[in-house]
């Protein structure tokens, strides 16, 4: 497997692999990584859909991509995730899946067009004050301590941040700053987050940083995601002839390991509750996506709490069961020990009249019922004690959704903490109070609240412990590679993997592991397209350097009469040069 960029490969055709009519495939779970690793196997490995096999514990696939209308409690969205143009796997993979929507037509098509006639951008990215705009302004208020900080992980070697926290390379300064409030609450850091992982992202975005504060950077699809990409994903499979396998509980693989050579033998599961075996030989590929974070995830009601879930969740189980064969298959431990820093909880908000979505559009500046873009991504509430930011996509997020209501999704990075309004923490509150503290960071009169949260909402909240469990603390070797060392027939796939550059918590990072992994195991001849390499790029340097400073020129900096001089003798050796129109187009000198 290697990398590649340019149109030269990203349009080719691969040969087909040697021997591929007599491989066959099992993939252990059905979230995106998965599909994405099927799909890849068919298309490119031009493996018979028939020989791959999905083995799925629950009911339904889609793993973390999920949108339910259950006909108990109503409509379900656990998470969003956010995408952007250079997410180089994931549109690979769905220029080949065709649309379901409009026949004819691939995803990337209609995804494409979507979001030219609809750009995403935000009206209002922080409020404060019930409602009010918190006048953020667009700037990332960086003090010159807190920029230095930032430029100073950048340029660290990765192995000098292994289990390294954010707050161990970051001042209060830092966390004191808009840059900390609009990261932390797009990308779910917290302050105990990987240095390493924060580093990663600073990197991946780099082109980015510009977009932070109003999302223009930011593409979202038609319908939630399990709808939207999902639902096509697996029609293509189907279409191939693959085997969905559900209600199939992993419980571990067996391996022949001989010096450097480990060869997968023997997949032990339960399938309906009886215990099974699936016998293996050198001809069989085993993808297992280890570790998942919405692992034991709980759901609540209206009047009933969704309550944490402390028991160890299966995909946990399987990968510390294939790790204790061999050290090359990682430590999940590191990952999925500390309930307390990976949780956080989300709520599925649907309004059911009119005077909900009246607060929605004074503060989103759109009307939600327009079927465009409404609030552009999160609107974080800057004083709230939950840290609490909430999200209204393009309507309906459902399909089935009636016309008149607006589904909302509502997340708290602080879960243990009393509300501003209802004086308990998030978790321990039920979605009829969860949708009370919200109302009152939109500035609905405290006396109409309550009813308000009666009769105009219904709520679902999701408690779910391990959804930042891949921001953990970490160091070389705590994520296995995608395909081990000495493996033959074996590759893990999904957010717990390690694949250099990219960065977790993206669907891009379960696509490019998925392609990854089948390149490698069927030694496809063609380039998985390289991450975009905007950290080696100086125009984006240069831009995010200016927006972090708020567009202020480097000699407006309180400088010392030294640095004041160097910066003029600087000046004059660039002049008339095209590292001086760079500056200049960048609006740093």
């Given at each position: 497997m290697y990398y590649s960029n340019g149109n030269y490969e990203a349009f080719a055709r691969p040969e087909k692999p040697e021997g591929v009519d007599k491989k066959s495939a099992y993939l252990v779970g059905s979230g995106l990584a998965s599909l994405s690793a099927a799909a890849f196997l068919i298309r490119d490995g031009q493996m018979k859909g028939s020989n791959i096999h999905i083995l799925e514990e629950s009911d339904i696939s889609g793993g973390a991509l999920d949108g339910i209308n259950d006909p108990q409690k109503g409509f379900i969205s656990r998470g969003g995730r956010e995408m952007d143009n250079h997410f180089e796997c994931l549109w690979d993979l769905f220029r080949s899946i065709p649309s379901i929507e409009t026949e004819g037509i691939s995803v990337l098509d209609e995804y494409y067009w979507l979001n030219k006639h609809d750009p995403n951008y935000s009206l209002m990215r922080a409020t404060e004050n019930r409602g009010e705009d918190a006048h953020t302004d667009g700037k990332f208020e960086l003090s010159e301590k807190a920029s230095m900080e930032i430029m100073k992980v950048f340029f660290m070697r990765e192995e000098d941040l292994y289990d390294k926290r954010i707050n161990d390379v970051f001042s209060e300064e830092f966390f004191s700053s808009n840059f900390w409030l609009y990261w932390s609450t797009m990308f779910a850091f917290q302050k105990w987050s990987s240095a390493l992982e924060m580093q990663r992202y600073i990197k991946r975005f780099v082109h980015h940083v510009g977009g932070l504060p109003d999302f223009k950077a930011l593409r979202f699809t038609k319908y939630n995601q399990y709808e939207s990409l999902v639902l096509p994903l697996m029609e293509y499979l189907k279409s191939y002839g693959v085997d969905f396998q559900y209600n199939v509980a992993v419980t571990n693989v067996i391996f022949d390991i001989d010096?450097?050579?480990?060869?997968?033998?023997?997949?032990?599961?339960?399938?309906?509750?009886?215990?099974?075996?699936?016998?293996?030989?050198?001809?069989?590929?085993?993808?297992?996506?280890?570790?998942?974070?919405?692992?034991?995830?709980?759901?609540?009601?209206?009047?009933?709490?969704?309550?944490?879930?402390?028991?160890?969740?299966?995909?946990?189980?399987?990968?510390?069961?294939?790790?204790?064969?061999?050290?090359?298959?990682?430590?999940?431990?590191?990952?999925?020990?500390?309930?307390?820093?990976?949780n956080w909880e989300s709520a599925t908000v649907t309004t059911l009249d009119k005077r909900i979505p009246e607060y929605i559009e004074k503060i989103s500046k759109r009307d939600p019922f327009s079927g465009k873009v409404v609030t552009g991504g999160i609107v974080t509430i800057k004083d709230s004690n939950w840290l609490m930011s909430w999200t209204v996509n393009r309507q309906p997020h459902f399909k089935s959704q009636p016309d008149d209501q607006i589904v909302v999704w509502v997340y708290s990075l602080l879960t243990d903490v009393p509300g501003n309004y209802i004086k308990k923490s998030m978790k321990d509150c039920t979605g009829k109070e969860i949708v009370q503290e919200w109302l009152y960071h939109l500035g609905v009169p405290e006396d109409q609240i309550e009813e308000m949260s009666e009769t105009g909402a219904h709520c679902i909240p999701c408690m779910m412990p391990y959804i930042t469990a891949h921001f953990a603390p970490r160091a070389e070797g705590d994520r296995p590679n995608v395909v081990p060392d000495g493996c033959t027939n074996f590759a893990f796939i999904g957010q717990f993997t390690e694949t250099p550059r990219d960065t977790v918590f993206t669907i891009e990072y379960s696509t490019r592991t998925a392609m990854e992994a089948v390149y490698t195991l069927l030694n496809i001849d063609r380039g998985v397209p390289e991450v975009y390499g905007s950290k080696y790029d100086v125009r984006c340097l240069l831009d995010a350097t200016s927006k972090m400073r708020d567009g202020k020129k480097i000699t407006d900096a309180g400088l010392s009469l030294e640095a004041k001089l160097a910066i003029k003798k600087i000046k004059g050796k660039i002049a008339g040069t095209v590292i001086e129109d760079l500056l200049k187009e960048y609006n740093l000198i």
């Open positions: 010096k450097d050579k480990k060869v997968a033998k023997k997949i032990i599961c339960t399938r309906d509750g009886r215990d099974d075996e699936i016998s293996l030989t050198e001809d069989d590929l085993v993808f297992v996506t280890n570790g998942s974070i919405v692992d034991n995830s709980t759901l609540g009601d209206d009047d009933h709490v969704p309550e944490i879930n402390y028991s160890e969740g299966n995909s946990w189980k399987v990968w510390k069961n294939i790790a204790a064969q061999d050290s090359v298959f990682g430590r999940p431990e590191k990952f999925c020990n500390s309930i307390e820093e990976t």
